[in-house]
T-cell receptor
Framework: GQQVMQIPQYQHVQEGEDFTTYCNSSTTLSNIQWYKQRPGGHPVFLIQLVKSGEVKKQKRLTFQFGEAKKNSSLHITATQTTDVGTYFC???????????FGGGTRVLVKP | DGGITQSPKYLFRKEGQNVTLSCEQNLNHDAMYWYRQDPGQGLRLIYYSQIVNDFQKGDIAEGYSVSREKKESFPLTVTSAQKNPTAFYLCASATNYGYTFGSGTRLTVV
């Protein structure tokens, strides 16, 4: 499957601040999905990006797919305690193929 | 309510025993997946099935077996050959737009 690197592995954020997590691949991706897993829970689908340069927003979350379709980012503005969890990127090499999950970015929010 | 049901939520296994984890979905999805998650780690693919009566090995299939006799069901057996079975096991089903995960089974070897 596709190999991806997610950075940073850990993110300690002060409540109210912004942060960004990155997902990088050495190969061109068909699409990329993002998931959030709360502590003790299961991953929940957030978004899918398909087009080169695509940007999608969900309230305070902004997702971006790189022009070369080799990287993606998730930016969260005005972090809240509800943002605590692990965010995984999951690329697909070709439409319909199985997902490979990145190692995740574990987000802790300091009130 | 459509979704994926995994059971049991917690499972304890003695060394040398086989155990089977249940995964049932009523979403009418063709594709189903099993992932393993170790503490503080990402998800690793064990087996997947794109259609009934067919399945493929994922990245860490050794010591595991599956069956897909019905569209709704994709049970995972953790065999005694799996040397390090303690982990969180997640089942998912999928369309072309996103995976839906079950709530997982936490397996512990005692």
């Amino acid at each position: 499957g596709q190999q991806v690197m997610q950075i940073p592995q850990y993110q300690h954020v002060q409540e109210g601040e912004d942060f960004t997590t990155y997902c990088n691949s050495s190969t061109t991706l068909s699409n990329i999905q993002w998931y959030k897993q709360r502590p003790g829970g299961h991953p929940v689908f957030l978004i899918q990006l398909v087009k080169s340069g695509e940007v999608k927003k969900q309230k305070r979350l902004t997702f971006q797919f790189g022009e070369a379709k080799k990287n993606s980012s998730l930016h969260i503005t005005a972090t809240q305690t509800t943002d605590v969890g692990t965010y995984f990127c999951a690329p697909q090499g070709a439409a319909g193929n199985k997902l490979t999950f990145g190692g995740g970015t574990r987000v802790l929010v300091k009130p | 309510d459509g979704g994926i049901t995994q059971s049991p939520k917690y499972l304890f296994r003695k060394e040398g025993q086989n155990v089977t984890l249940s995964c049932e979905q009523n979403l009418n999805h063709d594709a189903m997946y099993w992932y393993r998650q170790d503490p503080g780690q990402g998800l690793r693919l064990i087996y997947y099935s794109q259609i009934v009566n067919d399945f493929q090995k994922g990245d860490i299939a050794e010591g595991y077996s599956v069956s897909r006799e019905k569209k709704e069901s994709f049970p995972l057996t953790v065999t005694s050959a799996q040397k390090n079975p303690t982990a969180f096991y997640l089942c998912a089903s999928a369309t072309n737009y996103g995976y839906t995960f079950g709530s997982g089974t936490r397996l512990t070897v005692v």
